[in-house]
T-cell receptor
């Protein structure tokens, strides 16, 4: 079971780019890297998923180095509404089920 | 994506009673899961709800305490039995599969307070 390590918390000012790094040294060959966002009193929401290199969607970018032992979620120009907990998971298909501690991002006006 | 609803959205229960939480999906899904999220904590997987057979429980969770049903591909229930204040948590269902990308989709959660 691949384990992930993230910073417990981060603060950022509005309008800044935020990068949250996740370590997953034991990632398996077939594992994907998936990031979720969770607001208070809501279920986690899928943000982005990748296998290698870089993935970008309308919400975020995901950078994965060649060794895949870490990944970085990049949120461009954060706003107050991006204040949430961000979780990194590694796994494949229905084995991508185990949440780590997550990173609590606080965006400051 | 999938639209997932849970009932009830919240409840306050007395110690020793049981509560059944329902999870309904708007389309057929391959797999359904139940999680618990204690206050201020991350999510912990309780079990995988298997259609037509007994659920698969994670370490630390047992069927007598958390019986689960999954009668079809769009519905599942989780019962929290003989509740104590330590069971106060948010309970979330999630789904995976059947045309979705390789990720889960979560319901809104059921907030349970046991007095």
């Amino acid at each position: 079971l691949a384990k992930t390590t993230q910073p417990i918390s981060m603060d950022s000012y509005e309008g800044q780019e935020v990068n949250i790094t996740c370590s997953h040294n034991n990632i398996a060959t077939n594992d994907y890297i998936t990031w979720y966002q969770q607001f208070p009193s809501q279920g986690p929401r899928f943000i982005i998923q990748g296998y290698k290199t870089k993935v970008t969607n309308e919400v975020a970018s995901l950078f994965i180095p060649a060794d895949r032992k870490s990944s970085t979620l990049s949120l461009p120009r954060v706003s107050l509404s991006d204040t949430a907990v961000y979780y990194c998971l590694v796994g494949v298909g229905a084995n991508n089920l185990f949440f780590g501690t997550g990173t609590r991002l606080t965006v400051i006006p | 994506s999938a639209v997932i609803s849970q009932k009830p959205s919240r409840d306050i229960c007395q110690r020793g009673t049981s509560l059944t939480i329902q999870c309904q999906v708007d389309s057929q899904v391959t797999m359904m899961f139940w999680y618990r999220q204690q206050p201020g904590q991350s999510l912990t997987l309780i079990a995988t709800a298997n259609q037509g057979s007994e659920a698969t429980y994670e370490s630390g969770f047992v069927i007598d305490k958390f019986p689960i049903s999954r009668p079809n591909l769009t519905f599942s229930t989780l019962t929290v039995s003989n509740m104590s204040p330590e069971d106060s948590s948010i309970y979330l269902c999630s789904v995976w599969g059947r045309g979705f990308q390789e990720t889960q989709y979560f319901g809104p959660g059921t907030r349970l307070l046991v007095l």
